[in-house]
């Protein structure tokens, strides 16, 4: 059963998320691609430096690291972060052809960005391009078939609460009263003057103070999203992609997913959450390469 949302974006980003650092080099790589896997590719030295740029700023991350100190464990890469660069940079930036004797795909044009296959739209599996294609009109959101959220967390920052103050001020005012002082006379007369004298009278405060109170709000921590969108014309009947992940966790998944389970159902549990990942392999010219990846739900 699809959820049709025919006229509504499926994702509006806040542009701090887009000035995280992986994600900003990420959207650098977008222009570096042609769509339709019929037409070579033309790699420039740019375009290399932008990969390797990337590549730099997902190995910094505590993600990669772990995914690097995990396939060493695994006996699946070299020790050292050289060797994990070299095999993430073959895996996914390699060109390789998916027909016609063309090169014009590689396996990040498909899963972070898209491509165009024989009429069909192949791969798109990352939420922030699908998010930039909505902004530029070139992909349309129809609707969605499945979703797994993997829960909220609730924000930590407080809220600044004005709220009056309850205390009040002491304001001298003269008193109204009079006072009666006897005279001498031959008789004694009361003559009344006025009384001096003030008295501190208390008036509420008109200032307010403001009052932190903890937020109630919550974040999602991100979820999957099986779903059925057109881009550049061309329906896509079904899609998968994570939503609210970082590209370097994505990369990182994929990656692992694909030495230890290439071909199959990979299986995996976030937020206590169960999933799969599925991968495929792609041989070219004697090198085993990521056809495609994306997440199962």
């Known amino acids: 059963m699809i959820h049709v949302h025919l006229f509504s974006r499926l994702l509006t980003i806040n542009r701090k998320a887009l000035q995280i650092p992986t994600v900003a080099k990420v959207q650098k790589l977008y222009d570096n691609y042609i769509a339709d896997v019929?037409?070579?590719?033309?790699?420039?030295?740019?375009?290399?430096?932008?990969?390797?740029?990337?590549?730099?700023?997902?190995?910094k991350t505590s993600v990669m690291?772990?995914?690097?100190?995990?396939?060493?464990?695994?006996?699946?890469?070299?020790?050292?972060?050289?060797?994990?660069?070299?095999?993430?940079?073959?895996?996914?930036?390699?060109?390789?052809?998916?027909?016609?004797?063309?090169?014009?795909?590689?396996?990040?044009?498909?899963?972070?960005?898209?491509?165009?296959?024989?009429?069909?739209?192949?791969?798109?599996?990352?939420?922030?391009?699908?998010?930039?294609?909505?902004?530029?009109?070139?992909?349309?959101y129809m609707g969605w078939i499945k979703k797994l959220d993997f829960g909220t967390v609730p924000n930590t920052y407080t809220t600044c609460v004005k709220v009056p103050n309850t205390s009040t001020t002491c304001v001298k005012v003269p008193n109204t009263y009079t006072t009666c002082v006897k005279v001498p006379n031959t008789s004694t007369t009361c003559v009344k003057v006025p009384n001096t004298s003030t008295t501190c009278g208390k008036v509420p405060n008109t200032s307010t103070?403001?009052?932190?109170?903890?937020?109630?709000?919550?974040?999602?921590?991100?979820?999957?999203?099986?779903?059925?969108?057109?881009?550049?014309?061309?329906?896509?009947?079904?899609?998968?992609?994570?939503?609210?992940?970082?590209p370097e966790l994505e990369m990182a998944l994929y990656t692992v997913c694909f030495l230890t389970r290439p071909n199959e159902r990979c299986r995996l549990s976030m937020a206590n959450k169960v999933f799969h990942i599925k991968t495929f392999t792609f041989n070219y010219r004697g090198k085993s390469l990521i056809g495609s990846a994306f997440p199962e739900i």
């Open 38 to 59: 019929s037409v070579n590719e033309q790699v420039t030295s740019p375009e290399i430096q932008e990969e390797n740029d990337l590549l730099d700023a997902f190995l």
């Open 65 to 140: 690291k772990y995914t690097n100190q995990f396939l060493i464990q695994k006996r699946l890469v070299a020790s050292g972060q050289k060797a994990f660069r070299n095999l993430l940079h073959e895996l996914w930036f390699t060109l390789y052809s998916r027909g016609n004797r063309k090169v014009g795909s590689s396996a990040f044009e498909h899963v972070f960005l898209g491509e165009l296959k024989r009429g069909e739209v192949s791969g798109m599996h990352n939420w922030i391009y699908f998010s930039h294609e909505e902004s530029l009109k070139h992909a349309n």
């Open 209 to 246: 103070t403001c009052g932190k109170v903890p937020n109630t709000s919550t974040t999602c921590k991100g979820s999957i999203l099986k779903l059925q969108h057109k881009w550049e014309g061309v329906i896509k009947p079904v899609g998968s992609m994570f939503v609210g992940t970082s």
